[in-house]
């Protein structure tokens, strides 16, 4: 027989876990058990019990340096309604549990202070973008705003709006594209920015991170959100970090 076939076939990537499991500190030493023993067994690390930068990548750094397979398997370990990163948030910091229902919409809960956990690219121009913001608060008026200026500048009919398109709007209609800008700042702003803070983590290599880096925990100011683009019929933003 091919042992090294058999030893691959019963790695173990996933437990029989579900949303709720996470969203209490019930289970918290299990499951901090599972993933040691069959993720991280070379790795000997003290949990955390509050969220800090630089602690946090230390020990994202040990996980990821030992057992690089299956730090990407815990970062991107796959619970319905669940998003990258929040299962290792739960992991390494011993007091966390993941929100649900009872939690506002926040992502993360560690003692009595709530965070969203966003997975987002980096650029060196010192700021994060490619994420969306919460759900719960229309900005369709805003949204229509754009596409109809899109339209009367000779840009065609489609609902996408890229970088490209608003720079020619800034040009044509600077006055309204700018009312636009600050209006989205001002709704995200006061609808979901204002409530917690965010654990801005990176979801690639690059930029001077590696995939599961926590690029900063902050509470974004209405001056550091920037209306980046239309797709997928929501804006996403950039923030400056």
């Known amino acids: 027989m091919d042992n090294a076939f058999i030893k691959k076939a019963l790695k173990v990537t996933s437990f029989n876990l579900v949303a709720k499991d996470f969203e209490s500190l019930k289970y918290k030493k299990e499951i901090q058990f599972l993933f040691s023993t069959h993720f991280f067994p070379s790795v000997n690390i003290k949990f955390l019990k509050s969220a800090n930068q630089r602690q946090l990548n230390n020990i994202i750094t040990k996980l990821r340096t030992a057992e690089s397979a299956n730090f990407q398997h815990l970062y991107k370990y796959n619970i319905k309604g669940v998003g990258p990163g929040e299962v290792m948030m ?126 900063s925990i902050k509470k974004v100011e209405k001056k550091d959100i920037i209306f980046e683009r239309i797709t997928s019929g929501t804006i996403k933003p950039r923030v400056i970090i």
Do not use: W
Not at 150 to 164: D, I, M, P, R
């Open 90 to 215: 739960y992991y390494i910091l011993d007091n966390a549990h993941l929100g649900g229902g009872s939690s506002a919409g926040l992502d993360l809960v560690v003692g009595n202070k709530g965070y969203e956990i966003k997975a987002v690219d980096y650029s060196p121009q010192g700021y994060v973008n490619n994420f969306k913001v919460g759900g719960t608060f229309s900005m369709a008026d805003i949204i229509r705003g754009v596409q109809d200026l899109k339209k009367k500048a000779g840009l065609g009919t489609g609902a996408e709006v890229n970088s490209s398109d608003l720079k020619k709007l800034e040009e044509k209609f600077p006055n309204e594209i700018k009312h636009y800008y600050k209006e989205y700042a001002e709704v995200t702003y006061k609808n979901y920015f204002k409530n917690h803070e965010i654990i801005f983590l990176s979801n690639k290599n690059g930029g001077g991170y590696s995939l599961g880096d926590v690029i």
